[in-house]
């Protein structure tokens, strides 16, 4: 995947950085209003970028909430989900969130210039899984599809549990990497591997 798509993915999860936790507003309402909040937070205190202590506490106490890390770790694990214990799945989930949210952490600076499209929502009555289609105008002009899916949470709260950017998951991008590391060693390797990278 190129560079520069890379980076509108990671960057384009702080949209849902401060979503509110309602079940009442509908999964479109709730990308825009993040887009707007996290908008407005870069620009009155762009110093938040270079203080990775405020962007971790940022990140952890705004994004980490509205994310179903567990979803997105069986997603990455694919087939190999159901070779782990659970323990190995708390670990994987544990990790994997670090590995994203880092990731995270050195992409929100591109996201502030960007302007966002809205696709209308199609979303069935009483339905449980959508997808918010949008596309992130860069300020080079070049315009990236980037859907979210979001599922409604046994507490009623809309969670989001991958991104797709042009056409390219988020939590499937590390599917062949975690299978190859699983099928030439173990899970616990993989679990290695993933502490060794959040270190």
């Not at 962007?55 to 694990?77: C, D, G, S, V, Y």
């Not at 050195?106 to 809205?118: E, H, K, M, P």
């Not at 809309?158 to 099928?183: C, H, M, P, Q």
């Amino acid at each position: 995947m190129k560079r520069n798509k890379l980076i509108a993915m990671f960057a384009s999860v702080a949209l849902l950085a401060l979503m509110p936790a309602s079940a009442q507003v509908a999964p479109d309402e709730m990308v825009k209003t993040a887009a707007t909040a996290v908008t407005s937070v870069l620009k009155s205190d762009p110093a938040i970028l270079g203080n990775p202590a405020k962007l971790k506490e940022l990140i952890e106490n705004k994004l980490l909430p509205n994310f179903n890390f567990q979803r997105m770790t069986q997603l990455a694990m694919g087939r190999n989900w159901a070779k782990a214990s659970p323990e190995q799945q708390t670990a994987l989930t544990k990790e994997f969130q670090t590995l994203l949210v880092r990731t995270y952490s050195g992409a929100l600076a591109s996201f502030r210039n960007n302007t966002i499209d809205y696709k209308p929502l199609r979303m069935a009555a009483g339905e449980t899984d959508v997808t918010v289609k949008t596309v992130v105008n860069q300020a080079n002009g070049q315009g990236i599809p980037i859907d979210y899916s979001l599922e409604k949470a046994a507490d009623g709260n809309w969670k989001a549990y991958d991104i797709i950017v042009a056409g390219v998951s988020l939590v499937t991008n590390y599917r062949d990497e975690f299978n190859t590391v699983i099928r030439d060693q173990s899970v616990d390797a993989l679990i290695k591997q993933l502490q060794a990278k959040n270190k």
